[in-house]
């Protein structure tokens, strides 16, 4: 199989750009609008959003069934959700009338929903574009690229407009309707959508879910993948309190932190892209994962005040990110080769909404564990966190990821799925 050209390469990815812009408005600016703006109790936007993100975990796998079931094809299924989510994402952010908790859930799941269909679609549809060992990692890592320039976007626009915060979010949002429609339509004119018709298709939705008992390398693949992202989840979640509640940091402070770390993501990405070349993926990401989990321990070490310090940690930790992004979706690719050559069914729709499935769940584990645990000791967001408060706060952010990092290391040892053998499994699928 040809390796996609430079400009189909563009084209595949360009939506990632727009699919990523809402995510920091709506992740942590979304709450503080409808709180402020609308009068929503902090109680009924956290019930609401928690009810939300219930329902978008579960429609991962179902979508992945239904996306394997080929009911429609998958650029239908990527239009549909294009279309749900810009409805959605805009009803959030002008709403025509005072929303209540009811109007925010049902648009906040309208959002999540078409979150889903694209996402899920979007990465099936990605895996039948190259067959090649290192030109799924390329792949992978130019789509998370476009991932990590959507989310600076929607990180730096507020600050260089300088204008209040309502306005800014009208920017972003037009932003993310006029790139989403563009290139998704660009999109679906000009990216080839591969038949599927030498599998069979999921029969039945558990019965498929049965099936994957039998994959020894998705179940080696999926613990470890969950472990790590719940390792990343709890410096999101905390990295706003870690800033201004230890670290007393400003403002601007966070800002500019974030926009470092995500730039930093991105130049990682090439660099670990670079070394699949020559080493297998999995050493690849042990490697990133172990250096993460090294650099981490010295958050440790910081004062109040100390920021500069703060920022090369979390340049350092951004460039190990890198890996995460580019790396498991690429060896998932390799995985879903083996389940098709294996069990003679093409189901990258389930396989792929997993991993999209665990990355949600851990997000919302993570937190519940952190805000019950800063409730009951009555932590307060504005205040500096002093004595056993302060010290939960920085093994949160920084003492977790270290053990759930260093596990994953360990189990990856016995991940088995090499090159040698993909390239075997992709020359019998693929000639």
């Known amino acids: 199989m040809e390796k996609i050209r430079s400009i189909k390469l563009f084209i595949y990815c360009a939506p990632a750009f ?175 959508e591969k038949k599927r018709v030498k599998f069979k298709s999921a029969k039945n939705f558990f019965s498929t879910l049965k099936e994957l008992k039998h994959n020894d390398h998705l179940l080696k693949l999926l613990i470890p993948w969950f472990l790590n992202c719940l390792a990343n989840s709890f410096p999101m979640i905390l990295f706003v309190f870690f800033v201004t509640s230890v670290l ?51 958050v440790f070490l910081l004062e109040s005040g100390d920021i500069t310090a703060f920022l090369i940690i979390s340049c350092l930790t951004g460039f190990c990110l890198g890996a995460d992004l580019s790396i498991p979706l690429s060896i998932q690719s390799d995985v879903t080769d083996y389940h098709k050559e294996k069990f003679n069914n093409d189901i990258s729709g389930i396989l792929f909404s997993l991993l999209i499935f665990l990355n949600k769940f851990t997000l919302a584990l993570a937190t519940i564990i952190s805000f019950s645990l800063l409730d009951f000791y009555e932590f307060e967001a504005n205040e500096t966190a002093f004595g056993e408060v302060k010290y939960l706060i920085i093994f949160l952010y920084a003492g977790t990821p270290i053990i759930l990092k260093l596990i994953v290391v360990i189990m990856l040892k016995n991940f088995n799925l090499t090159k040698e053998k993909v390239m075997k499994i992709t020359k019998k699928l693929y000639g």
């Not at 932190?257 to 297998?280: D, K, Q, R, T």
Request: some cysteine; glycine content about 6%.
């Open 248 to 298: 007393d940091g400003e403002e601007s402070d966070k800002e500019f932190i974030l926009f470092l770390y995500f730039l930093s993501a991105l130049v990682g990405m090439f660099f670990w892209v670079f070394l699949s070349n020559y080493l297998e993926k999995k050493n690849i990401w042990r490697f990133s994962m172990f250096s993460s989990a090294i650099v981490f321990l010295f």
């Open 18 to 192: 727009a699919f990523a812009i809402p995510t920091f408005p709506i992740m942590i600016l979304l709450p503080q609008i409808y709180a402020t703006d609308h009068n929503l109790a902090l109680a009924t936007i956290g019930g609401v959003l928690f009810l939300g993100k219930v329902l978008d975990v579960f429609s991962d796998p179902l979508m992945g069934w239904v996306c394997d079931k080929n009911f429609i094809s998958r650029k239908l299924w990527i239009i549909v959700g294009t279309i749900i989510s810009g409805i959605a994402f805009y009803k959030l952010i002008l709403p025509l009338n005072t929303p209540d908790g009811l109007y925010l859930f049902v648009w906040i799941s309208f959002l999540y929903i078409g979150w889903t269909v694209f996402q899920v679609s979007y990465l099936s549809l990605g895996y039948d574009l190259d067959s090649d060992y290192y030109g799924r990692s390329k792949l992978s890592a130019s789509r998370e690229f476009f991932v990590i320039l959507g989310l600076l976007a929607s990180v730096s626009l507020p600050v260089l407009i300088n204008q209040n915060l309502t306005k800014s979010e009208e920017i972003v949002l037009n932003l993310a309707l006029i790139s989403g429609g563009v290139s998704v339509l660009i999109f679906s004119l000009v990216i080839p």
